[in-house]
């Protein structure tokens, strides 16, 4: 059974930096669409990057553009959310999921996911 644990959460300041573990167990993500996404209080759970972990195709939400870089290890088997730059609205639990395979474009959509890890808290906060 695929499962993900994420990690590296914590509270940080405006203007902090988190570098964000997803790692898989029970399959290999090769071939596979890893996404992060992330959901604060009383909101809908919102994709924040996905990537292709054959070729490394990216996505990214609006917001975290230029702040934020998803990258693979695929030796490891693990997915990587580095954040700088966090903002407070960047507060939520983040969470990753196993999405299609060998997609033909990068969809960070919740409803394309499944096998969602349990989160990891982000808070910023000063």
């Known amino acids: 059974q695929p499962q993900f644990v994420e990690s590296g959460g914590g509270s940080v300041q405006p203007g902090g930096s988190l570098r964000l573990s997803c790692a898989a167990s029970?399959?290999?993500?090769?071939?596979?669409?890893v996404g992060w996404f992330r959901q604060a209080p009383g909101k809908t759970r919102e994709g924040v990057s996905c990537i292709t972990s054959s070729d490394g195709r990216t996505s990214y939400l609006d917001s975290v553009k230029g702040r934020f870089t998803v990258s693979r290890d695929n030796a490891k088997n693990t997915v990587y959310l580095q954040a700088h730059g966090l903002r407070s609205e960047d507060t939520a639990v983040y969470y990753c999921a196993l999405g299609p395979r060998f997609p033909r474009q990068v969809r960070c959509d919740p409803q394309y996911y499944d096998h969602w890890g349990q989160g990891t808290q982000v808070t910023v906060s000063s």
């Open positions: 029970g399959f290999t993500i090769g071939g596979y669409t």
